[in-house]
């Protein structure tokens, strides 16, 4: 056998085309005994050189040059020198071949070669593959080997974020469509599925897969497999309402499958919350949340009662404590809690009640969406933020999680959350409430966060507990730094001009203590305020005026 294979490649590499098909016979067979081996001798020999010329011929031996080069290239140490041997343009150029015999063996050398190479996959794409594999899987359909080669190759080249406006042009939603309706084996919807997940991240291609009748194939899949416990089942499932989940990502896939509530799509999604299944559950309270990213359906979705289903699936899985249905339906009412005349009606049907009984959760992620939640709620509603305020559970949670350093967002969000009490409430209980928590050090520390808003927070929520309960935040405020703090804030350049204008109110209304109007007057702030009397802003400098005119009274 090592010598016929030898003699081929001899005469491989200077033969005519006319005696070369036998030679490819023997290099086929040499490479199913022994691939690796094989193709180290048809490097050796600089045989690969000889192909773009036996390719570009385009005859009866074509469908075998192809595919030695595709057994050849399953071998990694053989990738380059295909490369090298300039392969690719001339087997890119025989994807317009009508011979579905070279398309196959042309597609898999191709794949082979670029395979995990994303430069590779990127250079393909500059050249055109995409739209030209898109038709062939229209022309094709029923070509079951080379419609598998065409899906592989869209799961690689989907993967790549240049190949998605490639994609968006052409009709690759209806092909995928039309060939998903055919589909009955499972590993065949699979295969689909995979090229899908990509290609939905892009929001044109998602509202072409909508307009192509995705969803109602999504939906069909989902009551197939609903009531079943075989493993194939459950996966095709969750990939679909996974990907149901994704569609709605897109404003406009989104808000066309909204259609003003009534849409059929919609009201079977708000279906799969009440279900047993954790994983429709989920994908339903997801989908709710996307579909509450405008006001309008918002306002649409709590007036048609859709809160009361997300509160009985929470209070489902107080004890049962399924995290992500937790957290998908907290994300679902946070979104739900931002249009304003949501939140009182939100509020009468008992969100904070069931919210809070989650305040127990050790998983960062449902504590952070609880968090958020909650801070949505009792924004401009008073009654509620000291009604949660005075709850001292509620505030040592918070006080507990404002010192959680591995979880920057929990951190950040109960720091918010303590100061929104604080200041929607405007209650003194609420601000002694607070102080005995501990939670004024908190405060203190987030009016140096590196976010401007979370700052401006703090310092209105510590001017109004300095303005309401002064001698009982006293000893805290001195043991927190308050005065440095301030000082800091008033002294650096980068301060916005409304960190500057509350940091002057706070230092107005800390000057009734002793021990901090003291060291107000050790840290020369008349001074500081006195040079931002000349500040570009107006309200700054009006401020800076009242300031140095209280600091001197009462020097």
């Known amino acids: 056998m090592a010598d016929n294979l030898s003699e081929a490649l001899k005469t491989l590499k200077l033969s005519s085309a006319d005696s070369v098909e036998g030679c490819l016979d023997c290099l086929l067979k040499a490479l199913a005994q022994n691939n690796v ?88 794409i500059i050249m055109g593959v ?51 309706r055919k589909q009955v084996e499972h590993e065949k919807k699979e295969m689909i599925f995979e090229v899908l997940a990509p290609l939905a991240e892009n929001d044109v291609i998602k509202l072409q897969l909508v307009d192509a009748g995705l969803v109602e194939c999504l939906l069909e899949v989902v009551a197939q497999t609903v009531d079943s416990n075989r493993d194939e089942d459950v996966a095709q499932l969750k990939t679909s309402s996974d990907l149901m989940v994704l569609l709605l990502l897109g404003d406009e896939s989104m808000q066309k499958l909204f259609e003003g509530g009534k849409g059929s799509v919609f009201q079977r999604v708000l279906s799969w919350v009440p279900s047993n299944n954790h994983q429709l559950q989920l994908a339903g309270a997801l989908a709710i949340a996307n579909f509450a990213r405008n006001d309008g359906n918002c306002i649409h979705m709590v007036d048609t009662g ?59 992620p449902v504590q952070f969406k609880l968090l958020g939640t909650l801070r949505m709620l009792i924004d401009t509603q008073a009654d509620a933020a000291e009604q949660l305020g005075m709850n001292t559970k509620l505030v040592e949670r918070l006080v507990e999680w404002c010192e959680a350093k591995d979880h920057a967002g929990v951190m950040g969000e109960s720091n918010r959350l303590l100061s929104a009490l604080i200041r929607h ?18 405060l203190v520390i987030m009016a140096t966060s590196e976010h401007m808003i979370m700052q401006n927070e703090a310092l209105v929520a510590l001017g109004l507990i300095a303005a309401l309960d002064l001698d009982c935040a006293e000893k805290d405020f001195v043991a927190a730094n308050l005065v440095q703090v301030l000082h800091r804030l008033l002294t650096d350049e980068h301060s916005a001009p409304e960190i500057k204008y509350n940091s002057m109110i706070l230092i107005c209304s800390i000057m009734g203590s002793e021990p901090l109007h003291k060291e107000v007057q050790s840290l020369a702030f008349i001074d500081v305020v006195s040079g931002l009397r000349s500040h570009e802003n107006k309200t700054v400098a009006h401020q800076a005026s009242l300031t140095e005119q209280r600091l001197t009274a009462q020097s």
């Not at 140490?77 to 011979?99: H, T, W, Y």
């Not at 490639?166 to 690759?172: E, G, L, P, Y």
């Not at 209650?427 to 607070?434: A, G």
């Open 37 to 124: 081996e094989t193709s180290g001798k048809i490097q050796e020999m600089g045989v690969l050189g000889r192909m773009p010329a036996l390719l570009s011929a385009q005859n009866s031996c074509t469908p075998k040059v192809a595919n030695i080069i595709a057994e050849v290239a399953k071998n990694e140490f053989m990738r380059s020198p295909c490369v090298e041997a300039g392969l690719i343009p001339p087997l890119v150029q025989l994807l317009n071949s009508k011979d579905q015999e070279i398309l196959l063996q042309t597609g898999r050398a191709l794949g082979n070669i670029c395979y995990d190479s994303h430069s590779l996959q990127a250079q393909l």
């Open 130 to 180: 995409i739209p030209t594999l898109v038709r062939l899987l229209g022309v094709h359909s029923q070509n079951t080997a080379l419609t598998e080669m065409c899906l592989i190759a869209f799961g690689n080249l989907a993967e790549l974020e240049s190949s998605k406006e490639q994609f968006a042009s052409t009709n690759i939603a209806e092909e995928l469509v039309r060939l998903f």
């Open 306 to 364: 859709i809160v009361q289903k997300l509160l009985e699936l929470l209070d489902r899985h107080v004890e049962e404590g399924n995290v992500t249905v937790q957290h998908a339906a907290l994300s679902a009412l946070r979104n739900l809690a931002i249009p304003v005349v949501n939140k009182s009606k939100m509020l009468l049907a008992g969100v904070s009640d069931v919210v809070l009984k989650f305040l127990k959760s050790e998983m960062p």
């Open 425 to 442: 409430s405007k209650s003194k209980d609420v601000v002694r409430t607070v102080i005995q928590g501990g939670g004024v050090k908190h």
